[in-house]
């Protein structure tokens, strides 16, 4: 079937956390892709997204062009046709403990585009950024971020109390790394890479378990090749939009 499916491309940037997600997957399965660099609201991330963000995957199939955008349909679509390293139990399967291991995995990828996201992303990480490009004293920073670290603290608390991590797993899942930890990866790691992200960095940590997944989910390949020119990487973005 893949062989049917050339010229695969994903448009976005490596600071996206949704792109992130999708390199992640292409890159733990080994799929062959072309990254073509746009940032949201530009002519180039336009022209595939309707809707004006990042990211958009594209391939060509039986001579036609086609794009698939929002990142749980596109990592649905990526187990479909390249099911080999499944990052996730077969949909297929008619095994009991695949189908609430696929439901868990599910509900996991909402809590990371929806709750998580939307507590680390605006609120904070780009906040933090923002603040930092006004030239803010840095007290004043933390002062102004304080609400929304608590906020974002008790999501992440309850993040850590949800997932498998809880029953001393591996992964968010259980005990094999899946899309659950590919899409809550991106935003967290953002997070460490900025003062307010103490709660899950270092010895201090107050969460140990996602701590230590943070941790973990740093010695695999294709975090680490997915790294360069994110916030982790010491990018920074040429333009904000909050
Ligand atoms: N629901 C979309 C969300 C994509 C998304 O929000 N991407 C961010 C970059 S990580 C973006 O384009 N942000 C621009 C904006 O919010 O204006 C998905 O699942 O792919």
Redesign the pocket.
């Known amino acids: 079937m893949s062989k049917e499916l050339i010229n695969v491309e994903l448009v ?1 940037i490596p600071f ?4 992130r997600t999708i390199r992640l997957g292409l890159e733990e399965k080994s799929i062959p892709y072309k990254l073509i660099f746009a940032l ?2 530009t002519d180039v ?1 336009n022209k595939y ?1 309707p ?5 958009s995957f594209n391939f060509e199939y039986d001579g036609e062009k086609q794009t698939l ?4 349909a ?1 990592t649905n679509f990526i187990d479909a046709i390249w099911p080999e390293i499944p990052l996730r139990p077969s949909r297929i399967s008619s095994d009991l403990n695949d189908i609430f291991t696929n439901a868990r995995i599910d509900e996991l990828i909402s809590i990371a ?1 929806n709750y998580v ?1 939307n507590s680390v ?2 609120p904070v990480v780009k906040a933090r950024l923002k603040f930092e490009k006004d030239q803010k004293q840095e007290n004043e920073i933390v002062c102004l971020l304080t609400d929304s670290v608590q906020q974002l603290h008790q999501i992440l608390t309850k993040l850590e109390q949800y997932s498998a991590l809880k029953d001393n797993k591996q992964f968010l899942a259980g005990d094999n790394i899946t899309w659950a930890d590919f899409f809550c990866y991106p935003p967290l790691a953002d997070l460490r890479a900025i003062n307010e992200g103490k709660c899950i960095q270092g010895e201090s940590a107050q969460l140990t378990k996602l701590a230590a997944w943070m941790n973990r989910m740093e010695t695999i390949e294709s975090v680490k090749k997915t790294m360069k020119d994110t916030l982790q990487d010491g990018w920074r973005p040429p333009f904000l ?1 909050l």
């Open positions: 976005g996206s956390t949704f792109t949201p609201h991330a997204h809707f004006e963000r990042i990211p955008i929002e990142s749980a596109i585009s996201f992303e605006p939009r």
